[in-house]
Nanobody, 124 residues
Framework: QVQLGESGGGLVQAGGSLRLSCAASGRSFSDYHYGVAWFRQAPGKEREFVVSISWLGSNTYYADSVKGRFIISRDNAKNTVYLQMNSLKPENTGVYYC???????????????WGQGTQVTVSS
């Protein structure tokens, strides 16, 4: 089993920055080399893919809307994945979830493990 927990959300003005963290626990996370993705869910909308990172961090994939502004990284010694969000826009508002899977895709239904989410609100 894998447990995930997000932190770092909050209220920020447009143009500002936030850093989200996703802390993983459970032996399976390191034993099976899980990749991690971040998804965002805005009110009344479906959960959408933001970015993913492979176990070693050598492969990352960003949604077009965040390329050049968001940076994903991970520290496997700490079992933690980070999402640095810069130049934030009001449309980035939503609940951010991290999810783990051995196979990384853009489809949320392919992920077995999820955190509880952290709220990010960007004011204009």
């Amino acid at each position: 089993q894998v447990q995930l927990g997000e932190s770092g959300g909050g209220l920020v003005q447009a143009g500002g920055s936030l850093r989200l963290s996703c802390a993983a626990s459970g032996r399976s996370f390191s034993d099976y080399h899980y990749g991690v993705a971040w998804f965002r869910q805005a009110p009344g909308k479906e959960r959408e893919f933001v970015v993913s990172i492979s176990w070693l961090g050598s492969n990352t994939y960003y949604a077009d809307s965040v390329k050049g502004r968001f940076i994903i990284s991970r520290d496997n010694a700490k079992n933690t994945v980070y999402l640095q969000m810069n130049s934030l826009k009001p449309e980035n508002t939503g609940v951010y979830y991290c999810a783990a899977s051995r196979i990384l895709t853009m489809k949320p239904e392919q992920y077995s493990y999820w955190g509880q989410g952290t709220q990010v609100t960007v004011s204009s």
